[in-house]
């Protein structure tokens, strides 16, 4: 690790002393150190904003990052957290395609992927997908009844899409 994220880390560390305004200075200051093609300065912004809950200003410094050509772990917790922000601003489809783009490379991030996958469609509007897509994401950690979750989980999404409740 290099001593320009060990400093990050060390603001994110301290992030409760901090406080939220706090938190942005700082990285807002890491941020300016470095060159401006580099894209972990707007992806660590970004994060900086979007943990303030001001995801407006957050959105951008996300598209930035990755249009700089933001790679490896930092390009999958970039999607997951971009996909975030636009599900609260009210755009749940777009939040599902950013997903799409990193399911293939999310590695030990595949559960988070799924996690804001479900919440994406939830906020859709569909309740049995995003039942299914926890709860499927959920089974292979359970040491007792693995197998039940997972087919009850597949079977909500099957019910689902014919158009039935699960238990009909």
Same mark, same amino acid.
């Given at each position: 690790m290099d001593d320009?994220?060990?400093?990050?880390?060390?603001?994110?560390?301290?992030a409760s002393?901090?406080?939220?305004?706090?938190v942005i200075e700082r990285i807002d200051a890491l941020?300016?150190?470095?060159?401006?093609?580099?894209?972990?300065?707007?992806?660590e912004a970004a994060g900086a904003r979007d943990s303030a809950g001001l995801e407006e200003e957050a959105e951008p410094r996300y598209r930035? *990052?990755?249009?700089?050509? +933001?790679?490896?772990?930092? $390009?999958? @917790? !970039?999607?997951i957290q971009l996909a975030s922000t636009v599900r609260n601003l009210?755009?749940?489809?777009e939040s599902l395609a950013l997903l799409?783009?990193?399911?293939?490379?999310?590695?030990?991030?595949?559960?988070?992927? *799924?996690?804001?996958?479900? +919440?994406?469609?939830?906020? $859709?509007? @569909? !309740?049995?997908?995003?039942?299914?897509?926890a709860l499927v994401a959920l089974a292979p950690h359970l040491t007792q009844y693995r197998r039940a979750v997972d087919a009850y989980a597949r079977d909500l999404?099957?019910?689902?899409?014919?158009?039935?409740r699960p238990g009909a």
């Open positions: 320009w994220q060990r400093r990050v880390d060390e603001v994110w560390g301290a002393e901090l406080g939220e305004h706090g941020a300016a150190e470095l060159p401006d093609d580099d894209p972990r300065g707007p992806f930035r *990052a990755l249009e700089l050509g +933001l790679s490896g772990r930092a $390009r999958v @917790e !970039a999607h009210g755009r749940p489809a799409d783009e990193v399911a293939d490379d999310a590695g030990d991030l595949a559960d988070a992927v *799924a996690a804001f996958r479900a +919440l994406a469609l939830a906020s $859709r509007g @569909e !309740a049995d997908a995003a039942a299914s897509v999404v099957a019910r689902a899409q014919e158009g039935r």
